[in-house]
């Protein structure tokens, strides 16, 4: 009944298998891989006929966590996995990306590729098993694609690169100082085509040893997908890229003039308007059979790409004037605005962030319901691309992919140099505004963001900032590296290269290769160009903070406290009876930790002050020999017992109460009265022992020597 191909490898320190022929046998192409206990299943379709007029190629991935992979039910009211999760989308990101190139060009049939996690091991991150059943399911599906890819992960421990650290080893980097990256690299056999990272100020050499050690590691693996579809691969697609050449001649005939006027304007609208009306032109020259051609677009696109990559690889020349390596006009802004509690304004060309940063207490952290397990998270950066930052109407909705993994990039860039949660304990909101775009608002919100939190008065170990590179390779080899991309160039170039960073080192590196053939050689010019862009961006950046910014008074104060563990409960109370007590007495919110770390926050210091003071005389012990302000609360016959001490009571006994002879303690001393008292001691039975009469009761100070020898004579 089932026709099962199975192959298996040993790689790093778990067995990698992939499986077809038993399950969802009516898809072109399906595969189930599994690392460890780590099992995804991938399964890919698609059309069998081009949709008429389509000019794009609608490629669409999937990638789903399914809670019972790890044997949990989802959180929240509905038990029922819904939208995707902030995971799952950036997944999606990492499979598609370097996938997406791999396919013939003017291959427009819709396709679907859709990952189902089955298993998860809690050790070995579904995400890049993912991968590669993806890359396996479409190599094996009949689709033209010109792969396989493979991936893999990397972390950086002590100098050595680490394949596939596992899940626990990736969690929250910044409270692990040993773990210094958490790097994914894509790529087929002969190139990398993708990398994604997190990184803690690694120099430009080590980020490039990182991606040439995950391109080694992956190779077997892209073997064993190859031993996979010799077995078990379907029928290639029957399909023959278009020939569309003699139209492209006739476009380039009469429109490659007006074209090169149109790209030779600095201003992104004109220029746009300006190649729009080129193309109108070209398209009045042309009969109604060109006209009605489905390859048209592909042609004046072409003609578009030829015309800008043309001048920068022979003329060193770029569209806005600019030289390769030169970095646009930039204008950095702090303060901007009155209430919010941290705010920057970065510009830099036709590029704009407005960020702004907010800080809260406990209570706002971020809880994330994973696979792995719950947590919390205290630092938050969120990217919104509105349309009228392109000058264009469009409709608006709930976060896109797009402003999902822009925004995750900027806070990959970020994390590295954020305090710790014990030198800073608020929980940190980013939000990055694109109101300008054109090349780079990823870059643009890393840049802001270090400015707004250091607007916000976050010590950053560091400020951060970010650059994007480009590149133009031509068949012959010759190549141009493009420092600050536009908008443009981004879109017909052959590389998106973002690094973002400290003056020390790398934090984050992201990169999309629309060809095969990035030598190393590239690579390390291309990082060695972005690191002087980089630090010249942070030159800029310096301009707007020349002093440490002033904590905003609008923001909340937190202060921190540690008390023994033993102690949370007598701080907590019966049925949270107490803290209930201190936070409606003090007015200020208060949050226990496990380890007993308590975070009390407000705007008002009195408020702080008497929460502290309140949760301090519960779990602190008294001191002998020191003075402390108390109340009468009971007279009796041989004394007065006070309480002096949180809810500590003790006794002053009535020869400890004056330097005289008392018939009754109530000859001098009434219930409620306020006192001062000195601790001598604790009897054998445990007994607090208290004196007055050693602490002048005017000042709260410890009486004069004279008075006391006067005491020892009587």
């Not at 379709?45 to 794009?56: I, M, S, V």
């Not at 009949?142 to 596939?164: K, Q, S, T």
């Amino acid at each position: 009944m089932f026709d099962v191909t199975t192959k298996s490898m040993q790689w790093g320190e778990e067995t990698l298998t992939l499986e077809t022929g038993k399950v969802a046998r009516q898809a072109d192409g399906s595969v189930i891989a599994t690392l460890g206990e780590t099992s995804v299943m991938a399964n890919v379709t698609f059309a069998k006929e081009q949709k008429p007029g389509q000019d794009f190629f609608p490629l669409t991935v999937h990638y789903q966590e399914k809670y019972y992979a790890a044997g949990k039910i989802p959180g929240g009211f509905f038990k029922r996995e819904a939208r995707p999760t902030e995971k799952e989308t950036l997944t999606a990101r990492l499979i598609d990306r370097p996938c997406r190139p791999l396919f013939v060009p003017g291959f427009k049939n819709e396709v679907l590729v859709m990952c189902t996690v089955l298993s998860h091991d809690l050790v070995n991150d579904p995400d890049i098993v993912a991968m590669i059943a993806a890359s396996a399911a479409l190599t094996i599906s009949g689709v033209p694609f010109m792969g396989p890819i493979a991936g893999c992960r990397v972390g950086f421990v002590d100098g050595e690169y680490v394949l596939n650290p596992t899940v626990d080893d990736m969690h929250q980097l910044r409270l692990n100082p040993e773990q210094r990256l958490d790097l994914v690299v894509a790529g087929t056999k002969d190139a990398v085509m993708m990398v994604e990272s997190e990184a803690y100020e690694l120099t430009e050499a080590e980020m490039l040893g990182a991606v040439t050690f995950a391109h080694e590691q992956i190779q077997p693996v892209i073997d064993l997908i190859i031993a996979l579809a010799e077995s078990a691969a379907k029928e290639p697609f029957d399909f023959t890229p278009p020939d569309y050449s003699a139209l492209y001649d006739v476009v380039k005939a009469a429109g490659e003039e007006q074209m090169r006027a149109a790209f030779a304007i600095t201003d992104k609208l004109e220029r746009q308007a300006a190649v729009a009306a080129a193309v109108e032109a070209i398209k009045a020259t042309l009969s109604e059979e060109q006209l009605e051609d489905a390859n048209l677009g592909s042609a004046i696109k072409k003609l578009e790409s030829v015309v800008l990559r043309g001048d920068v690889v022979k003329n060193g020349r770029r569209i806005d004037g600019r030289a390769l390596d030169q970095v646009r006009p930039i204008v950095a802004e702090t303060g901007l605005l009155p209430r919010t509690h941290g705010s920057a304004l970065f510009t830099r060309g036709e590029t704009q962030g407005l960020v702004v940063t907010t800080l809260g207490t406990g209570d706002d952290e971020q809880f994330i319901d994973a696979l792995h397990g719950n947590f919390k998270s205290n630092f938050l950066l969120h990217y919104n691309f509105p349309p009228y930052s392109v000058g264009e109407v469009g409709r608006v909705g709930s976060p896109g992919r797009r402003e999902i993994g822009h925004g995750k990039l900027a806070w990959r860039a970020l994390q590295a140099v954020l305090p710790a949660p014990t030198d800073f304990p608020y929980t940190i909101r980013v939000v990055s505004e694109i109101t300008e775009s054109n090349g780079s608002s990823s870059m643009a919100s890393v840049c802001g963001g270090s400015l707004s939190m250091m607007d916000a008065g976050v010590p950053l170990k560091a400020p951060v900032a970010g650059v994007a590179m480009g590149l133009v390779l031509e068949d012959d080899g010759s190549y141009g590296i493009l420092t600050d991309i536009l908008g443009d160039e981004d879109h017909l170039g052959d590389m998106d290269f973002k690094v973002a960073g400290t003056e020390n080192g790398i934090t984050s590196l992201q990169m999309d290769i629309k060809v095969a053939g990035i030598t190393p050689e590239i690579m390390e010019k291309a990082l060695a160009q972005a690191k002087d862009g980089r630090l010249h961006i942070l030159g800029e950046m310096a301009k707007a903070l020349t002093e440490a910014a002033a904590f905003s008074v609008h923001a909340p104060r937190i202060e921190t406290m540690q008390i023994p563990t033993d102690k949370i409960r007598e701080v907590i109370g019966s049925g949270g009876k107490v803290i209930r007590e201190i936070v409606e007495t003090s007015g200020a919110k208060v949050d226990i930790n496990d380890d007993g770390v308590i975070k009390i926050a407000s705007a008002d210091g009195d408020a702080i002050q008497r929460a502290y003071d309140m949760i301090y005389s519960i779990v602190a012990e008294p001191e002998e020999g020191k003075i402390y302000k108390g109340k009468v609360v009971k007279i009796v016959d041989f004394g007065a017992f006070v309480n002096f001490f949180g809810k500590r009571d003790g006794l002053v006994h009535v020869s400890q109460i004056e330097n005289r002879r008392l018939n009754h303690p109530s000859d001098v001393l009434k219930e409620g009265q306020e006192v001062w008292v000195k601790l001598l001691g604790f009897d054998d039975r445990g007994k607090v022992r208290l004196s007055m009469k050693v602490v002048d009761q005017e000042t709260g100070e410890e009486a004069k020597k004279e008075e006391k020898k006067e005491e020892e004579a009587e």
